[in-house]
């Protein structure tokens, strides 16, 4: 079957590094995605990766190997506007995307 | 950036009753709509693919008859939760996909607010 795997929860003090992995079991693959979820609203696209490697965007990167079926979101200087669900959701052979439960980052001051 | 809203952002109803929500895409053509259910913690449902002109596709599990989609223009697709109980209560989201956005090869989603029901 497919599967994603991510941490439920995980807890990181304002300006320092948090790294959120993600790893996926699809039927082919077509890219990997990860979005940003407040508590209560939509989820807002972050970044993709289709190639392995490291994507820098800003405070957040995300890193691809498609060969281990993993992913990581790597959020630096973190802010408390950064507190929110993390959702990891790869496009299978039919781009279809299959969503991961998400991760609940909690930011300490 | 493309924008997608979605109407109401909270609803409050009666058991039995039916409920419509709305999903437009403001400055772009979405021939493919999509609409999820979440649950509190839990993560995203896609319950069906809304395609412009032609019938929805149903994940499995999904009861067509109860959660009518409609996808009668380019920018608005419709769900409505007919016969509406308690369980149903959930988070419902739409997003749609913009074909021709910069982000094309990526197949960018853009989302929709949300729309909180509760069924009483």
């Known amino acids: 079957g497919q599967n994603i795997d991510q941490p439920t929860e995980m807890t990181a003090t304002e300006g320092a590094i948090v790294q959120i992995n993600c790893t996926y079991q699809t039927s082919g693959f077509n890219g990997l995605f990860w979005y940003q979820q407040h508590a209560g609203e939509a989820p807002t696209f972050l970044s993709y990766n289709v190639l392995d490697g490291l994507e820098e965007k800003g405070r957040f990167s995300s890193f691809l190997s498609r060969s281990k079926g993993y992913s990581y979101l790597l959020l630096k200087e973190l802010q408390m506007k950064d507190s929110a669900s993390y959702l990891c959701a790869a496009k299978d052979s039919n781009y279809q995307l299959i969503w991961g439960a998400g991760t609940k980052l909690i930011i300490k001051p | 950036g493309a924008v997608v809203s979605q109407h109401p952002s909270w609803v409050i109803c009666k058991s039995g009753t039916s409920v419509k929500i709305e999903c437009r895409s403001l400055d772009f053509q979405a021939t493919t709509m999509f609409w999820y259910r979440q649950f509190p913690k839990q993560s995203l449902m896609l319950m069906a693919t809304?395609?412009?002109?032609?019938?929805?596709?149903?994940e499995q599990g999904v009861e067509k008859d109860k959660f009518l989609i409609n996808h009668a223009s380019l920018t608005l697709s419709t769900l409505t939760v007919t016969s509406a109980h308690p369980e149903d209560s959930s988070f419902y989201i739409c997003?749609?996909?913009?074909?021709?956005?910069?982000?094309?090869?990526?197949?960018?989603?853009?989302f929709g607010e949300g729309s909180r029901l509760t069924v009483l």
């Open positions: 997003s749609a996909l913009n074909p021709v956005s910069g982000r094309e090869d990526t197949g960018e989603l853009f």
């Open positions: 809304s395609n412009e002109g032609s019938k929805a596709t149903y």
